[in-house]
Antibody
């Protein structure tokens, strides 16, 4: 069974940092590109970052570019999101997402990040 | 950047068919997916590759995609289908979501 388990969320002050992790299992991790998607309270889904299978291609949404860094460790079947200079508007549930145009997106359960003083 | 547009809300009576459109430039040339999300839960894939249903998704869920519009249709809508629905496509490897449609069954 494919599983994605996020961790690392919590309460952080504006300007602070957090590192999210996603542990993948049930599939060959290094065969899939991965993404982070977030959902602010009461809002829709927002794609924020993509990383290719070998980390050779990385993309960010304009809303997080220069502040967030995506990475992966294929040996550990893990995906990461380093979030710096956090703002109130970064408050959201963050989902780890495995995507494939032929099979759609597989989602984790999400981890809540709250940015507040 | 590529955009997908959905109506904010759709209402349907129980037992009737509900259609949720998703529009985007030449969307018919891309694969479209649909996700159902209920409050407090992660999204669930209900349609992929425009028309295919994952195992476990009821047959009343179907999809189409042509021209500039993809459509999710729920035939014989049930109260349990009340949820937010998001369309999604890829634009040069980047995941793009529609704004979401709240389906109300009343």
């Amino acid at each position: 069974e494919v599983q994605l388990v996020e961790s690392g969320g919590g309460l952080v002050q504006p300007g602070g940092s957090l590192r999210l992790s996603c542990a993948a299992s049930g599939f060959t991790f290094n065969s899939y590109s991965m993404n982070w998607v977030r959902q602010a309270p009461g809002k829709g889904l927002e794609w924020i970052s993509y990383i290719s299978r070998s980390s050779s291609s990385i993309y960010y949404a304009d809303s997080v570019k220069g502040r967030f860094t995506i990475s992966r460790d294929n040996a550990k079947n893990s995906l990461y999101l380093q979030m710096d200079s956090l703002r109130d508007e970064d408050t959201a549930v963050y989902y780890c997402a495995r995507d494939n145009p032929w099979s759609g997106i597989v989602w984790g359960q999400g981890t809540l990040v709250t940015v507040s003083s | 950047s590529y955009e997908l547009t959905q109506p904010p809300s759709v209402s349907v009576s129980p037992g009737q068919a509900a259609s949720i459109p998703c529009s985007g430039d030449k969307l018919g040339n891309k694969y479209a997916c649909w996700y159902q999300q209920k409050p407090g839960q992660s999204p669930v894939l209900v349609i992929y590759q425009n028309t295919k249903r994952p195992s476990g998704i009821p047959e009343r869920f179907s999809g189409s995609n042509s021209g500039n519009t993809a459509t999710l249709t729920i035939s014989g809508t049930q109260a349990m289908d009340e949820a937010d629905y998001y369309c999604q496509a890829w634009d040069s490897n980047i995941v793009v979501f529609g704004g979401g449609t709240k389906l109300t069954v009343l």
